[in-house]
């Protein structure tokens, strides 16, 4: 495992819909233990959340949908209104 990771997550625009720059980016991570399902990776398209590794694959690599406008949008409002970002639970990440 990478220090402790467990998947690899894909998303916004091009991680959503792009299936070959997300096979050009795991290109050679095998040695991570990544394997990447070619027709999986095929299908994650057009907004579908979808877990494209192949089921040996130690890591799990992840298409997740996120509604990028509406997170800009929120951060704006937060922004003009002197608010900052929440606070995250311990362990939440970044």
């Known amino acids: 495992r990478m220090n402790g990771a467990d998947a690899i997550v894909f998303t916004g625009g091009i ?3 792009a ?11 095998d040695f991570l233990g990544i394997a990447l399902d070619p027709e999986k ?3 994650a398209v057009d907004g579908a959340e979808a877990d494209i590794a192949t089921s ?3 890591l799990r690599v992840w298409v997740i949908p996120t ?13 003009l209104e002197g608010v900052s970002r929440p606070a995250r639970a311990p362990g939440a990440g970044v």
């Open 15 to 17: 991680g959503e819909n």
């Open 19 to 29: 299936a070959r720059i997300r096979e050009h980016i795991l290109d050679g991570l």
């Open 41 to 43: 990776n095929a299908r």
């Open 56 to 58: 040996d694959s130690r």
């Open 67 to 79: 509604n990028e406008e509406l997170l800009i949008a929120r951060d704006t409002v937060r922004v």
